[in-house]
């Protein structure tokens, strides 16, 4: 990686200079929804809401996919982890997450075989070197992570592998980004978009939703001086009466997106009618599941007889839905940091590194503006 | 012809034992005391104040970038001594060793831990053999004890006050990001060496110059913030560090880009944390900088009464956060 793809990207003259800017420019009362947990990630730790003006607010959304995993598919995990001659690989913290009654990580120090993975390309490896037993890849993620599990998949039919299947978990942007903006009850005047999300189904995607609600999206990297600029893009939108989806991560981001990776997704999953996800509960067609010619390596199909079918809701005084739909802060909820930490989560924002209540829990007891 | 490997019998005590340990420990540890072969080790000090340590070590990979677990054991425990201003003096070290591990690998360990020992001068006084059976333990484990004479006395976390000056004495997270970089599941292709070393001719030079020494300590496991963060607590104080001038490698920066971790959460195994006064950091920084191994020694930031036990991070652009103490497992970002 050329680091000065890095440091550049966090330069204290732009951030300072795009920090005047805005603050010049802005003229409004903005509460721009950043999509991304890692969007979400990059504000708290670098502090950006100390250096904006108070008519810029950040609302956290729910694009963190340990985040929106509601507990009964943890609870799959589980009970495919329990069962004998079975190794469970999945990705990220993941592992870390409790289910209704316990996490993957307390399993695997039962004695169960529970890995986590840095490339799903690994899951062949393991796959190989152990005929004898069935190995299950928990597959989770946005439209960044997807095509990985798809050329998982393809990898798997052509080496002829037997003993490998898939729980997949996949989730898409649109779908929620659409369901909060046409809740009624949302203030959200505009969108960061995704970064990485973006590099694969390009930014064209989110047009529709701008027509039909009149809100603008911009598409920013993750890097401070990339928030920055797409701050000062969404306050020029409002100043000049523009709306419209905007792509600040021109380094990566095109507008059709990796035509590759979508015909690979598509090739092998297609979308679920429904996926009910954790603090917003059920949204049409917002998730992907494999595709029926490949029923022989789903492990929802293959494995249906022992997964659990009950719906698992948080507990009442979570506030996590509010949260996602920018009706309320972390520090508004009655259990932040105190019932519930990232250690013992009892709600989505705080299960993850990257949702709201575990950045607000991380970074966010800096006494400060934006800490409210 | 197949590799010399380490059987069960070199550790049960007999004859085999006795010809590894003079073969190849007496080969490359030899002093008089340890020659004696007695069952203890009978020293005499002059100092009546004495600095006592002991740490395990079980790193794996055994042998990384920059070191192997044998030169950590020595620049461990003899790091921990300096810690508090003592000249280390006299080691113990014992060897779990797994049945089966190969003889030249551990010839090569002992071989490069008889060659950080020169660096202190300090002697292996002491040890002690076991193999075990296979899958007993992951290769090697090795512990080291040690004692040293305390040269400077009153060298504490609990000494931090407001306007003190705190110093790093090298770029932070170096051996933390190698071993990750040498897991099985990443095998990242970098140059990036670990910084185990031993600290104590930094040290040394540090009390013979006079230089007013407040709070040290190395920054192993938790890295930069677990130690400002320990001292913070102790003290009871407010620690405030610049973002921009804590030395991170290149390399260091890309693993954390990629894989989401913080350099200042990383592992260290040759650098140090200073407290001084305000006004003798420029004294400090011209001592350490004199030095290979600290010639990257920055000054960080300082000690305020702002709030009680906190560490503050600033960034350049003028934005703050809490640098709180790692927690959980180390796992990575995945989006």
Redesign the interface.
């Known amino acids: ?1 050329p ?1 000065d793809l ?1 440091e550049s990207f966090r330069n ?1 003259k732009h ?2 200079a795009l ?1 005047q800017e805005i603050k010049k420019e802005c003229k409004s009362k903005i509460n721009i929804m950043e999509v ?3 969007h979400t ?1 990059t504000i ?5 809401p ?2 904006l003006p108070d008519l810029i607010e950040f609302i956290h959304g729910p694009g963190c ?2 985040c929106v995993m509601p507990k009964e598919r943890i609870d799959h995990a589980i009970a495919l982890a329990s069962m004998d001659d079975t190794i469970l690989a999945t ?3 993941m ?2 997450v409790p289910g209704s009654k316990t996490s993957l ?1 307390k399993l695997r120090a039962e004695g169960r075989d529970v890995r ?3 490339s799903p390309l ?1 899951v062949i490896k393991i796959a190989k070197e152990n005929p004898d037993k069935k190995v299950i890849f928990f597959a ?3 439209e ?2 997807t095509p990985m599990s798809a050329v998982l998949l393809e990898q798997t039919i052509k080496l002829g592998i037997k003993n490998l299947y898939f729980h997949i978990n996949h989730v898409l942007v649109p779908e929620p980004v659409e369901a909060i903006v046409s809740g009624g009850d949302s203030k959200i005047d505009a969108f960061l978009g995704p970064s ?2 973006s590099v694969i189904t390009g930014y064209g995607i989110f047009e529709p939703i701008v027509k039909k609600y009149k809100t603008p999206i911009v598409v920013a990297g993750f890097e ?1 001086v990339d928030v920055m600029e797409a701050v000062l893009m969404t306050v020029r939108q409002f100043n000049e009466n523009r709306v419209e989806v905007e792509n600040q991560y021109k380094r990566a981001v095109s507008k059709e997106g990796n035509i590759k990776a979508q015909n690979l997704i598509n090739r092998y999953m297609c979308k679920r009618d429904h996926f009910r996800w954790r603090g917003l509960g059920d949204i049409a067609n917002s998730a992907l599941k494999l595709r029926s010619e490949y029923a022989e390596f789903d492990a929802e199909i293959v494995f249906d007889e022992i997964l659990p079918k009950e719906q698992i809701d948080d507990h009442k005084l979570c506030i996590c839905g509010d949260i996602l739909k920018g009706n309320a802060k972390p520090f508004d909820c009655k259990v932040f940091g105190k019932a519930c930490t ?2 013992s989560p009892m709600g989505s924002c705080m299960v993850s ?2 949702g709201a209540c575990a950045a607000y829990y ?2 966010g ?2 006494i ?1 503006k934006g800490m409210r | 012809m197949s590799k010399k490997r380490i059987t069960l019998s070199q550790g049960g005590g007999g004859e085999e034992t006795s010809s590894l340990i003079k073969e190849l420990f007496f080969k490359y540890f030899k002093n008089e005391t340890l020659l004696k072969m007695e069952d203890a080790a009978v020293l005499s000090l002059k100092s009546d104040k004495i600095a006592f340590t002991t740490d395990s070590f079980t790193v794996s990979p055994i042998f990384f970038n920059g070191g192997n677990i044998g030169k950590l054991a020595i620049a461990g425990t003899i790091n921990d001594i300096s810690m508090m201003g003592a000249k280390p003096l006299y080691l113990t070290c014992s060897f779990m060793i797994e049945e089966g591990f190969l003889y030249e690998d551990l010839e090569r360990i002992v071989k490069s831990m008889s060659e950080e020992l020169k660096v202190s001068g300090a002697l292996i006084v002491a040890g002690d053999t076991k193999v075990v059976p296979k899958g007993s333990v992951d290769g090697l484990f090795i512990n080291t004890s040690g004692i040293g004479e305390v040269l400077k006395d009153g060298i504490s976390a609990h000494n931090l006050c407001d306007t003190d000056s705190i110093i790093v004495s090298n770029e932070v997270g170096n051996h933390g990001a190698c071993i990750l970089a040498k897991r099985e ?2 095998e990242l292709d970098i140059k990036l060496k670990s910084d185990c070393a031993t600290l104590w001719p930094m040290i040394e030079a540090l009390i013979e110059q006079g230089v007013e020494i407040k709070s040290l300590r190395d920054a192993t496991r938790g890295g930069l913030s677990a130690v400002l963060n320990e001292w913070a607590e102790t003290s009871n104080v407010t620690i405030e560090v610049d973002e ?1 001038k804590i030395p991170v490698a ?1 390399e260091v ?2 693993i954390c ?4 971790f913080e350099p200042y959460e990383f592992a260290n195994e040759g650098t140090m944390i200073l407290c001084v006064p305000k006004g003798e950091e420029a004294k400090a920084l011209e001592v350490l900088q004199r030095f290979e191994k600290t010639k990257k020694a920055s000054f960080i930031g300082k000690v305020t009464n702002r709030y009680e036990n906190r560490v ?1 991070l600033n ?8 640098l ?1 103490l790692p ?3 180390l ?5």
């Not at chain 1, 708290?44 to 950006?48: R, V």
């Not at chain 2, 796992?331 to 989006?335: A, E, K, S, T, Y």
Request: charged share 25%; aromatic share 10%.
């Open positions: 990686m680091l890095i204290p951030i300072k920090a991304c947990g890692g990630h708290m730790k670098y502090g950006l100390q250096i996919p340990v990705l990220g913290d592992i870390r990580q986590s993975l840095y690994d989770i993620g946005f960044t992570t990485h999300v401070p990232p250690n590194s990257e991380k970074y007891k800096f400060g | 599941d990443i921009d290149d920066k890309g880009e990629m894989l989401g503050i960034t350049p652009w003028g934005s703050s956060r809490y709180e927690k959980g497992e796992l990575p970002r995945i989006c």
